[in-house]
């Protein structure tokens, strides 16, 4: 059976085919266009910008992948329907409703967070129950997996600032420009992590357990430079990256696994693209080998937004015996964790 998936919910446009055997997923094209050069001015991503963006890219991207596939038509269609930007989302849907009725193939409405965990099946093949760690410009979640084709469980997110945010922001701050995860992950490579002790939020014995906060970790970094520029002292950015780096990390990873053990379960999966982050992938891989735990990363362009992530999702949630979504099926910009919409 072979699965298009569809993939618009923020600045990327991504159409991915798979091959699904009855046991797992196979890549057949990855195709991805991505708006981020037009937000860099802005600092951020605009909306706007990105809807328009996904109108000009959406069916050249198509035909990329169906010619990359080798194939005419596929057999299904998953789209993203949310959560996402409104009008980002409703480019991606429109298109795959619009496909759907003209090859007459049903059509699966998914779940993006549900996308990030399955793109791991692409590389390291079936997955068994586990907890996984989305991060990214827009999503910060602990998630409990039992099946891809069952409904995904939220343990927990952040109440502010998502992680690729919270980089973006401090990266800024420190005029690293934007996007700013990647430079400010280069430059911390020259800074020693303990040379601030930033603070670790929602870490107390109240807070919940699997909640993120990552906007009080900014200020203290805001905080710190405006006290060292205004008593005359030079403020050393490798030090500051490398410290306000080593808290998040500390914090996604800590928290990660408390999940693992709490579900009982043995495998931890990373997705988003702020897992490229170099100190979040050696913190993960020491603490995870520490506590017995499997770790499963699948490779940067597989974590961000694509496709192909959507497509594999839309495969586990065909083959665990879904009914196709009607051809009305509405966005869902806010949508919460769930693994399809039927
Ligand atoms: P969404 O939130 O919908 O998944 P997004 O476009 O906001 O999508 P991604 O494209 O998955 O997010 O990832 C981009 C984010 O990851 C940006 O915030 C970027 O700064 C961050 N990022 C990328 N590389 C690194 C890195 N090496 N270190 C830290 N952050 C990084
Ligand atoms: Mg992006
Ligand atoms: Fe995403």
Redesign the pocket.
């Known amino acids: 059976m072979i699965v298009m998936g569809i993939e618009s919910?923020?600045?990327?446009t991504g159409v991915g085919i798979v091959d699904w055997d009855g046991e797992g997923v196979t890549l057949l094209a990855d195709e991805v266009a991505s708006s981020?050069d037009e937000h860099a001015r802005y600092g951020g991503?605009v909306p706007e910008v990105a809807s328009r963006a996904h109108l000009q890219a959406i069916v050249p991207t198509m035909t990329r992948a169906r010619e990359a596939a080798g194939i005419d038509r596929p057999d299904a269609i998953a789209v993203t329907i949310g959560p996402?930007l409104a009008g980002a989302l409703l480019v991606g849907v429109a298109a795959a409703k619009a496909y759907a009725l003209a090859w007459d193939v049903p059509l699966y409405a998914v779940n993006?967070l549900g996308g990030?965990i399955a793109a791991d099946t692409l590389e390291h093949g079936p997955m068994p129950p586990a907890v996984a760690l989305?991060?990214?410009?827009?999503?910060t979640h602990l998630l409990g997996v039992e099946n891809l084709s069952q409904p995904i469980v939220e343990m927990g997110t952040t109440v502010d600032d998502?992680?690729?945010?919270a980089?973006?922001k401090v990266?800024r701050l420190l005029d690293l420009g934007y996007?700013?995860?990647?430079a400010?992950?280069?430059i911390a490579r020259d800074g020693d992590p303990e040379a601030i002790a930033f603070p670790r939020g929602m870490t107390g014995p109240r807070d919940a357990p699997y909640d993120f906060s990552f906007s009080g970790l900014k200020t203290a970094v805001a905080r710190h430079v405006e006290k060292r520029v205004r008593a005359g002292l030079p403020v050393s950015v490798p030090n500051v990256a490398a410290s306000f780096?080593e808290a998040v990390a500390d914090v996604l990873t800590a928290k990660a696994l408390r999940a693992c053990a709490d579900r009982g379960v043995d495998t931890l999966v990373l997705g988003?693209?702020?897992t490229?982050?170099?100190r979040?992938r050696s913190l993960a891989i020491e603490r995870t080998a520490a506590a017995g735990i499997d770790l499963r990363v699948p490779k940067?362009r597989l974590?961000?937004?694509n496709g192909v992530m959507v497509a594999s999702l839309g495969a586990h949630v065909i083959a665990g015996g879904a009914p196709p979504s009607p051809l009305t099926v509405a966005t869902d910009p806010g949508m919460s964790v769930q693994i399809s919409k039927l």
């Not at 996007?179 to 990647?182: F, I, L, R, T």
């Open positions: 919910s923020c600045d990327e981020v991503v996402g993006h990030h989305l991060v990214s410009g827009g999503h998502a992680a690729g945010e980089f973006d990266a996007p700013g995860g990647p400010l992950d280069a780096q988003g693209g702020a490229a982050n170099s979040i940067p974590c961000t937004d």
